[in-house]
């Protein structure tokens, strides 16, 4: 979300690749991550603060060879909603 913003993002990068190990390959995630706010801009995503419900509609919408430019991004945001609806109490 911070990268479509514009933001600064390390932290955060680092804490998804220390929490998805090997499931995320850190060097193709990070270039991924560098093209996100073009790519949601030439999309009409644009937008100063980016939701967790944004990024799933964002992810949602992507075409086929966008999945596979992002294909990274799509992988870490699909495992966190899955982890996010494993641990809430709603998903018992």
């Known amino acids: 979300m ?3 913003a ?3 993002y390390d932290k ?3 804490e998804v690749v220390q929490l998805y190990g090997t499931d995320i390959d850190e060097f193709r995630l990070e270039g991924q991550l560098s093209l996100m706010k073009q790519t949601a801009e030439s999309m009409g995503f644009i937008k100063k603060k980016f939701d967790v419900s944004d ?3 964002f ?3 992507l075409g086929k060879e966008r999945k596979v430019l992002l294909s ?3 992988n870490a945001s ?3 909603y899955k982890r ?3 641990l809430s109490p709603e998903a018992g």
């Open 55 to 57: 990024l799933l509609k």
């Open 59 to 61: 992810v949602q919408s």
């Open 72 to 74: 990274e991004v799509c």
């Open 78 to 80: 699909d495992k966190r």
């Open 2 to 4: 911070k990268s479509i």
């Open 12 to 14: 955060e990068l680092a």
């Open 6 to 8: 514009g933001d600064p």
């Open 84 to 86: 996010a609806l494993f």
